[in-house]
């Protein structure tokens, strides 16, 4: 009897608290909120890290150039001071004694201790030295192909979701973002091209040619044992002739696009955590890229005449993109997409043009038809 008054004590004593705790004002008087006006938020933006490799970039190298000796030939005849390819003719250096004790020029006799030549070819069998200068100039405008292979970059996006498409289950949004690819392209080829090969002779006297390479004078102790050389040009013939693969070109194209792109995407859910999604829209690319070229050219004689030409240029390029992906929900703010992408910027020419203009080169960059593959992550907020 007593344990079943004190149940009945202790049940009144909490409906009592309970009656109470519900007839407590709260703090905010009318402007507590109900059940009613609780209100789940939904992210509607979505950020996305990820990376692009692209294929497709196309480039090709062509132009026309032009190699010359560094020679100064002065006159075609008599004596003078003659700088050639291969070799040198310069006023004679050797001395006397005069009456005076003095040393002093010699008296000219026709003859020089100052020449020098690199080739044994250069000796021809009637005891003559024969001098030589070059200059070969392209004439073969053919283009060389030489695509970039793959290029990986990253990318960053971010997308805001409008709504549903019609009440279905489909939503779509907007979406604006950046990537960065690079671009590489190297490649040999080799220009035909008109040789002009210009030769003078030079009279030994009878003397042995001295084994090339060969710089005078020479002296043995203090005696110039020097060969000497006819300083009077015996003769000058200038013959061109055409000759393949005279000229190797070393092409080289180095650089990155920026692509900014803004559109819209269509998102279709396929499960609970897994959609597509599809964008499309427009591309603005800032291209920039340096562009170098080795040109060289061998001669029969003498060393390889070369010679370097640059350019650094950029270009901005409008165009358009679309891309499909699949996109996988790990929690309701983040998640892993992977997709394929498609995109089209135009292209544009680069020039590297030799100091005296005889030399003209071009690289064509086509980013026309540019396509690859995306994957990342992406954060809902």
């Known amino acids: 009897m007593k344990f079943l008054c004190r149940a009945l004590c202790v049940l009144f004593i909490a409906t009592c608290a309970v009656r109470a705790a519900q007839d407590e004002e709260s703090p905010l008087g009318d402007f507590a909120p109900l059940d009613d006006d609780l209100v789940l938020y939904i992210p509607k933006f979505a950020v996305k890290l990820g990376f692009r490799g692209i294929s497709g970039a196309k480039s090709s190298f062509g132009g026309k150039g032009s190699l010359l000796s560094n020679s100064i030939l002065d ?16 006023a004679d250096t050797r001395t006397m004694v005069d009456p005076a004790g003095n040393s002093v020029p010699i008296t000219p006799d026709g003859r020089t201790n100052s020449w020098s030549f690199t080739n044994d070819t250069q000796a021809t069998t009637d005891g003559l030295i024969a001098m030589h200068t070059y200059a070969a100039v392209s004439n073969d405008a053919t283009f060389h192909d030489k695509d970039p292979g793959t290029a990986f970059g990253v990318e960053v996006s971010l997308d805001r979701d409008m709504g549903k498409v019609f009440g279905t289950r489909m939503q779509w949004g907007l979406v604006a973002g950046v990537s960065i690819n690079q671009i590489a392209s190297a490649t040999d080829t080799t220009l035909n091209a008109n040789v002009t090969t210009t030769t003078d002779l030079y009279s030994l006297g009878g003397q042995a040619a001295p084994t090339a390479p060969f710089t005078g004078p020479t002296l043995n102790g203090s005696v110039d044992v020097t060969p000497l050389l006819g300083s009077d040009l015996l003769s000058r013939t200038t013959v061109t002739t055409a000759v393949a693969g005279a000229i190797t070109n070393g092409f080289k194209l180095r650089g990155a696009y920026m692509t900014f792109r803004a559109g819209a995407t269509l998102y279709v859910p396929i499960t609970q955590r897994l959609s597509a999604m599809m964008s499309a829209g427009a591309v603005l690319v800032y291209a920039g890229t340096a562009f170098e070229v080795n040109q ?86």
């Open 75 to 90: 006159a075609a005849t008599g004596t003078a001071n003659r700088l050639y390819h291969d070799g040198y003719v310069i």
């Open 296 to 381: 060289a050219f061998k001669p029969e004689t003498g060393d390889s005449i070369s010679q370097f030409l640059s350019d650094n240029d950029s270009k901005i390029l409008p165009g358009y993109f679309a891309d499909a992906s699949l996109q996988f929900s790990i929690t309701d703010t983040a998640g892993l997409y992977v997709g394929a992408v498609y995109q089209s910027s135009g292209d544009y020419t680069q020039e590297a043009v030799s100091p005296d203009g005889t030399s003209k080169y071009e690289t064509r960059v086509d980013l026309s038809s540019l396509q690859g593959i995306r994957a990342g992550v992406s954060f809902k907020f």
